[in-house]
């Protein structure tokens, strides 16, 4: 097995089963896990969508081509769930508070 492929396959199978242990217990969650999950759910569907429209693409549009389609279909749902568990956790929370009118 290359790597490209066990990429693939961490991407269909390992990163919904980690997105289910993050969502397994939300509600008591505290509000950093909150944020790496959705930001984990957010860059798995933008991950998938590149994947789909890469593999949907005619292979004689990517003739002659470097990596880019390789990276795009193996490597785009594991590197945007990482992207967006690691954009959820360092983000902040927006704080709702009475604020003054600038």
């Known amino acids: 097995m290359t790597l490209h492929g066990l990429a693939l396959l961490l991407g269909l199978f ?11 217990r939300f ?29 949907l693409v005619p292979p004689v549009a ?14 785009s749902m594991l590197a945007g769930f990482l992207a967006g568990v690691l954009a959820g956790a360092l983000s902040t929370r927006r704080r709702s508070g009475n604020r003054e009118p600038a």
Do not use: C, N, Q
């Not at 957010?42 to 994947?51: E, H, P, R």
């Open 14 to 24: 390992a990163v919904p089963a980690a997105l289910s242990a993050l969502g397994h």
């Open 27 to 55: 509600r008591e969650g505290d509000p950093g896990r909150k944020r790496r999950f959705w930001g984990g759910v957010i860059g798995y569907a933008a991950g998938l969508a590149v994947a789909v429209t890469a593999m």
């Open 62 to 75: 990517w003739a002659g081509g470097g990596v880019a389609r390789e990276m795009a279909v193996h490597w």
